[in-house]
């Protein structure tokens, strides 16, 4: 059997012949397994879905109640039957909920990791690495310049400065599904218990991802209808990234521009975006966590799909593994 036979690529995405069933599909589907809530790989208007819960919830937050037809929970480690295929959904440590999809057919295994990170997060599952003869990887940061620092040491950097500047608001810009929650709980974690100010487009996922028992303290909006500009002074502002580019962000007093990504490795990208204060904060695994995932999940064969596919496609073909990108459209960086 070729693994083609059981995965294969399609313009609608990841399709699963003998299940009839797409992996985080790109246009509408009949039938979706959804590996996590992020907008590029969970899409509405699939007539079925499923996905873990904390996936479905989210989807249901950002698209409304009537997102597919039908829903179907996915349990970590609970194996189904689609069609001629067994099913099972692994922690992938990306954001809440996310999952690696176990496809087995005939005893050929794939496992497709959708996006995923392998350092602590108290936001997210932690990853899983799960056996497989073929494994789908992810390749955001696949580079070997690409090597994330310590998280606990990019937070005291943004604490530090805010003691430095206390008469500046500091503005942290951050992805909306995963990484602005995981900004404000390591932030707590570091012993910040002031109220962080939040904008609105962050208020229904930071809520949800409280109602899961993930303690992000007093949150209050961040808009100055009533009060003063000056207010701010000092404050901690946790923004969707787009939000920096209107009129919102002029709003602070003197603000400190911060961004949190993998991206902020790259300081020309930090410096396009006007950052002060990059944090090299990334939900996504960097190039060692990438070849240590492979080195842990063992497979024969590593299909390699949306980033620095060929780098990493070589590495593979280097140690002896066979490899291929897989040229998927349609995942972008999440503005990671």
């Given at each position: 059997?070729?693994?083609?036979?059981?995965?294969?690529?399609?313009?609608?995405?990841?399709?699963?012949?003998?299940?009839?069933?797409?992996?985080?599909?790109?246009?509408?589907?009949?039938?979706?397994?959804?590996?996590?809530?992020?907008?590029?790989?969970?899409?509405?208007?699939?007539?079925?879905?499923?996905?873990?819960?904390?996936?479905?919830?989210?989807?249901?937050?950002?698209?409304?109640?009537?997102?597919?037809?039908?829903?179907?929970?996915?349990?970590?480690?609970?194996?189904?039957?689609?069609?001629?295929?067994?099913v099972s959904f692994h922690p992938a440590g990306h954001v809440l909920g996310s999952a690696q999809i176990r496809v087995a057919w005939k005893g050929f295994v794939i496992v497709a990791s959708g996006d995923y990170k392998r350092r602590r997060d108290p936001t997210a599952e932690t990853f899983e690495p799960v056996s497989a003869n073929v494994f789908i990887t992810e390749a955001t940061f696949a580079l070997p310049v690409f090597r994330h620092p310590d998280t606990g040491a990019e937070i005291q950097k943004l604490l530090a400065s805010m003691k430095r500047f206390p008469e500046r608001a500091h503005l942290v810009g951050a992805y909306a599904l995963g990484k602005a929650q995981r900004v404000i709980r390591e932030v707590r974690i570091a012993g910040y218990d002031e109220p962080i100010y939040i904008h609105g487009a962050l208020a229904k996922l930071c809520g949800y991802y409280q109602d899961k028992g993930i303690d992000l303290g007093e949150l209050r909006p961040a808009t100055i209808e009533g009060g003063r500009k000056g207010d701010f002074a000092g404050?901690?502002?946790?923004?969707?990234?787009?939000?920096?580019?209107?009129?919102?962000?002029?709003?602070?007093?003197?603000?400190?521009?911060?961004?949190?990504?993998?991206?902020?490795?790259?300081?020309?990208?930090?410096?396009?975006?006007?950052?002060?204060?990059?944090?090299?904060?990334?939900?996504?695994?960097?190039?060692?966590?990438?070849?240590?995932?492979?080195?842990?999940?063992?497979?024969?064969?590593v299909w390699v799909t949306h980033g620095r596919e060929e780098a990493l496609v070589r590495w593979c073909e280097m140690s002896g593994r066979r490899a291929r990108p897989l040229h998927l459209v349609g995942y972008e960086d999440e503005a990671e």
């Open positions: 059997m070729k693994p083609d036979d059981l995965l294969r690529p399609t313009p609608s995405g990841l399709y699963c012949p003998p299940g009839d069933f797409y992996i985080d599909p790109v246009a509408k589907v009949d039938r979706a397994l959804v590996t996590h809530g992020h907008a590029d790989h969970a899409r509405p208007g699939n007539r079925s879905v499923m996905a873990t819960r904390e996936t479905l919830d989210i989807m249901a937050l950002r698209y409304g109640e009537d997102f597919a037809e039908t829903r179907q929970v996915a349990t970590f480690g609970e194996r189904v039957r689609i069609g001629e295929v067994d404050a901690l502002i946790v923004g969707t990234p787009s939000a920096f580019a209107d009129r919102w962000a002029r709003r602070f007093p003197d603000p400190v521009a911060s961004f949190a990504s993998g991206w902020m490795r790259v300081r020309q990208r930090a410096r396009q975006r006007g950052v002060e204060l990059p944090l090299i904060l990334s939900d996504h695994a960097d190039w060692d966590e990438l070849t240590q995932t492979i080195a842990d999940v063992g497979p024969e064969e």
